[in-house]
Structure formats: structure tokens, C-alpha cells
């Protein structure tokens, strides 16, 4: 989401005629944050800190993201340094007035084309409706706003006339998608964009358990453009720290649409979020999260030790009753029991005759993009960033795959 957001600043910016520059030299600095976790937010008060140096009655300092929902004009009066303090998504009013303060600003627009880069991220949904008892996204990025569906589609033309050969739907939830004009939910979002002339992968994320609707399945399955990868975060295993996660759905729930996926399509990437630790995660608790990675066997599982986020419901009312030490074993358990399972998995690769989509160079200079089920590969051979290509997999890690373009 931040990334999208950083590129779409920087694509009206660009527009308005503005150009990239060092910090030593620019004129303009635009902090966009992330307060998703105590760390990413004292990071963005150590940047202000550090910008103290570069600031001058002539430079400006802009701050967007989602330390505005959180902090909003506090921070100002806090860092009296911060010129403009920019809701998410409302850039044209921020340029417009950046525009009013510093007439050198308006230089000889450059081209946007080639901004783009083979994948462009396009936001369907801002915010979120849902209310995770540990999760500060509602409170910083508000409740949930739709894109009309007549401007996602338009974006997307743009972004495929501009050079993107994949588009990657993005929001907190995508599956909680509606066109505020009535033309339908995900499924018949997916299916526009899918049809767009010159578009090769379509991908989305995150997805909700207790949103996804199997009509959504079904289109993916259906598909040679849609990727078949899912990013389900379950974030327990077990039904009752699910419960004081307000997480909405149940592990059986959980696991009936993970076999509804896996039955249209034997060969999706899934990928999870796991919290270890949660307050009131017994040993047993934690065990049935364990054997729920077992049973799965996710392609990837992001692992978080929890830790009170102040500010939200958890944080307030829960106590943090696991200890450290507990959470760390705990942690280190799934730890190693994902890299097993993504060992055995990942081989299961070689052999296999995958397409990808090829979206730059390596640091050794070799052509790497993804396959349709998430994971990157490397292409041994020339492939130009943007086309498809068949490889053969030769060599498989838990980060990678290797092959040689097949005959
Ligand atoms: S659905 Fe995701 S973004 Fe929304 S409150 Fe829950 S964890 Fe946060």
C-alpha cells in the first residue's frame, strides 16, 4: 500500500513537472510512513530528526501516510519543521499548494512514460471496516473507501498504455470490494481488468477469509491472466485466540476455502500471516496453530512475535500475558517448521515448465521475474523485462527459482 502510495505521489508530482532528485539537492522531502508497528514509527521520527540538518526556510517537508490518520496536526506542534501534514490520497490539493508557495517548482513537465515499470500497483480500496483486536490499520486509514470502477479500469489503460504489463490490485481487504456505481464486487472487478488489450498478469492483495467469495475462485481459475496466488492471512489456528482477534471466522471456515481453492486449482501459491503469542494463546492454542501450518503447507508464512500496538483494542483491554521468551521459542518453532515444509515444496518445482513474467535484471545481470504462483525465478538466457517466458526449473530455494528457457 505504501508503495502504491509513494508511486502515485510521485507520478503527479512528476505530471505537475517536478523532477527527482538527491535529498543533498532537492528542494521538496515527502516522508511517507508507516505506523503499522511501533518500530516503523519511531523510524519516521528519527528521519524528522535527521532532516533537521537538510531543512531550511526554503525547503519543505511534507509528511503523508498513515502517521497522519494517527498523529495528525500533533505532529506539527511536535516537529514544528513539518510544512505540510498530507492525508493519504489527497496529493492534488498538497501539489497545488506546493505549487502556490514555490513558483520555481513549475519546470518543463517530463514524460510520465517509463515511470511505469512492468508490475504498476493500483489501489481499489482505501481503509478498512474490519476491527482486529491488535491491528491499528482502522484507526490511521479510516473506514473503507471504494474506487469507482470506471477509474481503476482507467488507471490500468494508462499504466498498460505506459509500458506495465502486470497490474496488482491493492487494499486492505480487496475482497470487501463494490463499485459505488453498482457494476459488482471483486470477482466482476477482476474480470474487467482481465480483459484490458495488453495486460499479462492481474494479481490482487490482501484478501479477508471471511470475505472471499468463491465466485472470485472461480474467475481466477478460469483465467490465463489472473495469477493463481492467494495472500490469506489466518493469523491463528486456534478458534478462541481467532475470537479475541475479532478476526470474524473460524479455523474450519479457514480450511474449507483453502481446499475450495486447492480443488480449481491443485497448483496455487498461498501465502498466510501468522501471529505467535497473541494475549490468551495457551500451549494448546499454540499447537493448533502449528499443526494448521502443517496440515496447509503454505508457499510462505509471515511470522510476528506479537507486541501491543498502544492505540488499539488488545493494547487497551488484553493483557500481554505470553512472555518474550515464550514467544520467541514459539516463533522459532514455526520457524523451523516453515522452512522445512517451503523446502520440500520448493523442489517440487524442478523439473516443472513454468512461464514468466520478466520484470528486470538481477545484481548479477540475469533476466528474473515471477511465475503465475508468486515465486520469482531467474532465467538463464536472454529475456527482455516485460515479455513471458517458458523456462524449465533447474534449481529451486525457498527464495528462488532457476532455469533455462525451455525449447
Ligand atoms: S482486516 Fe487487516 S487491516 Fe483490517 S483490521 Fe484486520 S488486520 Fe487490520
Request: proline share 4%; with cysteine.
Amino acid at each position: 500500500m505504501n508503495t502504491a502510495d509513494s508511486e502515485s505521489i510521485a507520478r503527479k508530482l512528476l505530471a505537475a513537472g517536478y523532477v527527482e532528485e538527491s535529498l543533498e539537492r532537492a528542494d521538496i522531502a515527502i516522508l511517507n510512513t508507516c505506523v503499522v508497528r511501533q518500530a516503523s514509527e519511531e523510524r519516521v521520527y528519527s528521519k524528522l530528526h535527521e532532516l533537521r540538518q537538510w531543512k531550511t526556510a526554503e525547503r519543505t517537508i511534507a509528511v503523508t501516510g498513515c502517521i497522519v490518520g494517527k498523529e495528525g496536526e500533533r505532529l506539527q506542534a511536535r516537529f514544528p519543521l513539518v510544512d505540510a501534514v498530507v492525508p493519504i490520497g489527497e496529493y492534488d490539493s498538497f501539489i497545488a499548494g506546493l505549487q502556490a508557495r514555490h513558483d520555481w517548482s513549475q519546470g518543463e513537465a517530463l514524460p510520465q512514460a517509463g515511470r511505469t515499470g512492468v508490475s504498476h500497483f493500483v489501489r481499489i480500496i482505501q481503509g478498512c471496516d474490519h476491527n482486529c483486536t491488535f491491528c491499528i490499520v482502522p484507526r490511521v486509514r479510516g473506514r473503507e473507501r471504494h474506487v469507482p470502477m470506471h477509474e481503476v479500469l482507467a488507471e490500468c489503460t494508462e499504466a498498460i498504455a505506459d509500458g506495465a504489463r502486470e497490474i496488482v490490485l491493492l487494499g486492505q481487504n480487496v475482497d470487501d470490494y463494490t463499485d459505488p456505481g453498482g457494476r459488482g464486487g471483486m470477482a466482476a472487478l477482476v474480470r474487467e481488468v482481465e480483459r484490458l488489450p495488453g495486460l499479462k498478469r492481474l494479481r490482487f492483495m490482501t484478501s479477508h477469509p471471511q470475505d472471499l467469495e468463491p465466485e472470485l475462485l472461480e474467475v481466477m481459475a478460469a483465467s490465463n491472466v489472473v495469477c493463481r496466488e492467494l495472500q490469506l492471512p489466518v493469523q491463528s489456528g486456534d478458534d478462541l485466540v481467532l475470537r479475541r482477534m475479532a478476526r470474524g471466522y473460524q479455523t474450519r471456515h479457514y480450511r474449507a476455502t483453502i481446499e475450495r481453492a486447492r480443488a480449481l486449482m491443485p497448483d496455487i501459491g498461498l501465502a498466510t500471516d501468522v501471529i505467535v503469542g497473541f494475549p490468551g494463546e495457551t500451549d494448546e492454542a499454540f499447537q493448533n496453530t502449528r499443526r494448521l501450518l502443517e496440515d496447509i503447507e503454505f508457499d510462505v508464512v509471515h511470522l510476528a512475535m506479537y507486541s501491543p500496538r498502544p492505540g488499539t483494542y488488545a493494547a487497551a483491554k488484553m493483557p500481554d500475558d505470553v512472555p518474550d521468551s515464550e514467544k520467541l521459542r514459539r516463533l522459532n518453532d514455526l520457524l523451523a517448521l516453515q522452512r522445512e515444509i517451503a523446502t520440500r515444496k520448493t523442489a517440487r518445482w524442478i523439473g516443472r515448465e513454468v512461464e514468466v513474467l520478466v520484470e528486470g535484471r538481477d545484481e548479477l545481470g540475469r533476466p528474473y521475474g515471477r511465475i503465475r504462483q508468486g515465486k520469482r525465478a531467474v532465467v538463464l538466457g536472454h529475456a527482455e523485462p516485460g515479455t513471458l517466458v517458458d523456462i524449465r526449473v533447474i534449481q529451486a530455494t525457498a527464495g528462488q527459482l532457476m532455469g533455462a528457457r525451455a525449447a
